[in-house]
């Protein structure tokens, strides 16, 4: 069975940069599409960036546009998320998750999830 554990996050002032990473165990990291999702304090779990097997990216929301980034390096059966210019509501517990060969935006599309690291953006 799959397992993923998240690991990266901690506390930045706003404007830092954070890289996170999604190291998986129990099979090929190469057969899932990977999503990073959040989820903040009272609020639903959030889709941030998602990348496929053949490795096309999405972005499910648009407050992260041109400052997160998502890629995966198979050969370490790891996906990163790079956090770039952090904001206070960035603020959020990060979670990666596996999925089948295409991208979703929702929990719904993926079967295995990490336990998340906590990310904190404040001054």
């Known amino acids: 069975q799959l397992q993923l554990v998240e690991s990266g996050g901690g506390l930045v002032q706003p404007g830092g940069s954070l890289r996170l990473s999604c190291a998986a165990s129990g099979m090929f990291l190469d057969y899932y599409a990977i999503g990073w999702f959040r989820q903040a304090p009272g609020k639903e779990r959030e889709g941030i960036l998602c990348i496929s097997i053949s490795g096309e990216t999405t972005n499910y929301a648009n407050s992260v546009k041109g400052r997160f980034t998502i890629s995966r390096d198979n050969a370490k059966s790891t996906v990163y998320l790079q956090m770039n210019n952090l904001k206070p509501e960035d603020t959020a517990i990060y979670y990666c998750?596996?999925?089948?060969?295409?991208?979703?935006?929702?929990?719904?599309?993926?079967?295995?999830w990490g336990q998340g690291t906590q990310v904190t953006v404040s001054s």
């Open positions: 998750a596996a999925g089948g060969y295409y991208c979703s935006g929702s929990t719904a599309g993926y079967d295995y």
